[in-house]
C-alpha cells in the first residue's frame, strides 16, 4: 500500500510541478516533496520501471516544449522560457530519481 501512496503522490507532484503557473516558492516544495516520496520507494525492478516510465514521459514533454519554443513569438517567449526552464529542473529530478533506483536495483541483485 505505501508503494501505491508514493507512486500515486510522485504523480501528483509531478503533475503540479507541470503547471505553469505555479509560484517560484511553491515549487521549491513541490519539489522537496516529489523527493521525500521518490526517497520512500525501494529499489525493485517495478519501482524502477515506474521511474523509466516517468522519465521518458518528461522527456517527451521537454520534447514538445522546446519545439513550441521555437516557434513561440514575443511577448510569449519569456513565458515560454520559463515553462521549459521549470520542465528541465523537473526532468533532472526524475533522471535522478532513475539514476538512485538504479543503483538500488543493482545493489540487491
Do not use: W
Amino acid at each position: 500500500m505505501d508503494r501505491f501512496v508514493a507512486r500515486a503522490n510522485v504523480d501528483h507532484y509531478i503533475g503540479l510541478l507541470n503547471d505553469p503557473g505555479l509560484a517560484a516558492e511553491k515549487r521549491a516544495t513541490v519539489m522537496t516533496l516529489l523527493m521525500q516520496e521518490v526517497d520512500m520507494l525501494r529499489g525493485d525492478f517495478e519501482q524502477l520501471e515506474f521511474a523509466e516510465r516517468k522519465a521518458a514521459n518528461g522527456r517527451d514533454r521537454l520534447h514538445h516544449l522546446r519545439s513550441e519554443l521555437d516557434s513561440t513569438m514575443e511577448p510569449h517567449r519569456a513565458e515560454a522560457e520559463r515553462v521549459l526552464a521549470n520542465a528541465e529542473a523537473t526532468q533532472h529530478l526524475l533522471e535522478h530519481f532513475c539514476h538512485q533506483l538504479r543503483n538500488k536495483v543493482n545493489n540487491h541483485h
